[in-house]
């Protein structure tokens, strides 16, 4: 546990250092979309992105806890860096597949932070449809919502159109095309990836291969989903006891009291049901698949409560967008409908 704190610790100060808000609002107009600078620091000197590659393959072979409690800050801090598309969902399909040749290849330049990765997942139809097909080793399609699919160097992509296969493709390969998209959460760049009759590597997989991604998606997310929503908390918190009304603060005026309670309430519930997940998964758990349905649930309806309370309570000011709590209801809308929404992934739950 110490070891831990102290991870998340060297994170939130590397954050910090990196410029805070000023520096996320600076990243997300840069080319690419992401801070690349605060993705070095995090790489190359606190080792994020080895976090969950094993030791033969120059990693730090820790458990998804680590990379659980990383997410978490920068969950915080909204730092747009390629932790989560690279080193948790483009990573994660490559130690799932359990394919050696694939894994020597690439994890070592994912795991010391010289390459990323992102992967391509869903098509028009949805999460549960690759958009993408495979023959005879050449992909046809478009992968939709590839998260840092602008500035990946390698696309590990799951194509149909029957049992879901995984293939490696260069970013810079013939018959690619990658178009930023629009979006919500400004923090978080999205892009459509297109395939035409692109060679790739078939890389070995369990027929489980999308199941076992999405535990581990809606795992992680949670955790990154209650940073932001301790974040959106503290700030209201901070806003409430700083503005005064009648005389007052406004933190002091019962009715806000309540709701900050509420808030208090749904962010420590998120922490526990994150918390079980993670372990679930951290331990291969036979319930992992269901805990995690259940975080992406509870924390995705909690996020969007808590920051759209944190909205309310700000006033006019909170809808503006100079102030730092919009992104954080930006991120909550987007976050909620990433793998399958909430409703979908509540139809696993037995529990």
């Keep these: 546990m110490d070891e831990l704190n102290a991870l998340i610790d060297a994170v939130r100060d590397v954050c910090r250092r990196g410029g805070g808000p000023a520096a996320v609002r600076t990243a997300i107009t840069a080319q690419g979309r992401y801070d690349a600078e605060l993705w070095e620091t995090l790489a190359t000197q606190i080792g994020v992105a080895a976090l969950a590659v094993p030791e033969q393959y120059d ?15 920068l969950g915080e801090t909204l730092s747009p860096v390629p932790m989560f598309s690279s080193a948790v969902l483009a990573t ?10 694939a894994s020597a290849r690439l994890l070592p330049g994912l795991a010391a932070g ?5 992967l391509c997942w869903t098509g028009p139809a949805g999460w549960d449809t690759p ?9 046809t399609g478009t992968a ?60 070995p997989a369990p027929d489980d291969l999308v199941d076992r ?7 992680l997310l949670s955790a990154e989903q209650v940073g932001g929503a301790a974040r959106a908390l503290e700030l209201t918190v901070e806003h409430t006891t700083s503005r ?10 019962q009715a806000l009291k309540h709701a900050m309670a509420d808030m208090y309430m749904l962010v420590e519930t998120m922490r526990s049901m994150s918390a079980a997940a993670v372990d679930a998964v951290a331990s291969g758990a036979e319930n992992a698949a269901e805990l995690a349905a259940a975080a992406h649930v509870y924390c995705s309806e909690g996020y969007v409560a808590v920051t759209g309370e944190a909205i309310q309570l700000h006033g006019g000011i909170g809808i503006t967008a100079e102030h730092d709590i919009g992104l954080f209801f930006k991120r909550a809308q987007a976050d909620a409908q990433f793998f399958g929404a909430p409703h979908r992934a509540a139809g696993l739950i037995t529990l």
Excluded: C, M, N
């Design 92 to 101: 994660g399909a490559l130690l799932i597949s359990g394919d050696e040749d």
């Design 59 to 73: 990693g730090a072979d820790a458990t998804v806890r680590e990379s659980a409690a990383v997410l978490t800050v």
């Design 131 to 139: 958009g993408v097909h495979a023959e005879a080793g050449l992909l």
């Design 213 to 219: 991604l999405r535990t581990l998606a809606w795992a």
């Design 244 to 253: 005064k009304q009648f005389g007052r603060e406004l933190a002091s005026f």
């Design 144 to 203: 939709e919502y590839v998260i840092d699919g602008e500035t990946a160097d390698t696309f590990l992509v799951l194509a149909g159109p029957d049992a879901v296969t995984l293939h490696e493709v260069a970013a810079s390969a013939p018959g690619v095309t990658v178009t930023p998209l629009p979006v919500l959460d400004p923090t978080r760049p999205l892009a459509r990836v297109s395939f035409d009759q692109t060679p790739s590597q078939t890389v």
């Design 114 to 118: 010289e390459t990323t990765a992102a």
